[in-house]
């Protein structure tokens, strides 16, 4: 099983741009979707993009379609979210999650969790 440790997450202003990364621990990253989720104040955990475990298959929320970009780098044994055009809607915590299955990270009923990262945008 992996563990997972999200980074990147900071202030900025709306407009701007962020890249979120979240590294992987273990040997088997590869065999494993992932996803980003994102948690406002005092709002559910929202699913926001996922990335099949090839890289090949992607998904986003409609909410950031166009602005945000989940990618990955198996070498790396990590998945980044790279997020443009920052809404202040957009400020939550977010978190990276995994799963061997796709249509299950998608769902968001995973069991791999990080701890999440800080996105504030400033209007």
């Known amino acids: 099983q992996v563990q997972l440790v999200e980074s990147g997450g900071a202030l900025v202003q709306a407009g701007g741009s962020l890249r979120l990364s979240c590294a992987a621990s273990g040997r088997t990253f590869s065999s494993y979707a992932m996803g980003w989720f994102r948690q406002a104040p005092g709002k559910e955990r929202e699913f926001v993009a996922a990335?099949?475990?090839?890289?090949?298959?992607?998904n986003y929320a409609d909410s950031v379609k166009g602005r945000f970009t989940i990618s990955r780098d198996n070498a790396k044994n990590t998945v980044y979210l790279q997020m443009n055009s920052l809404k202040p809607e957009d400020t939550a915590v977010y978190y990276c999650?995994?799963?061997?299955?796709?249509?299950?990270?998608?769902?968001?009923?995973?069991?791999?969790w990080g701890q999440g990262t800080q996105v504030t945008v400033s209007s």
């Open positions: 999650a995994a799963d061997g299955s796709f249509v299950t990270v998608v769902r968001g009923t995973v069991d791999i």
């Open positions: 990335i099949s475990s090839r890289g090949v298959v992607t």
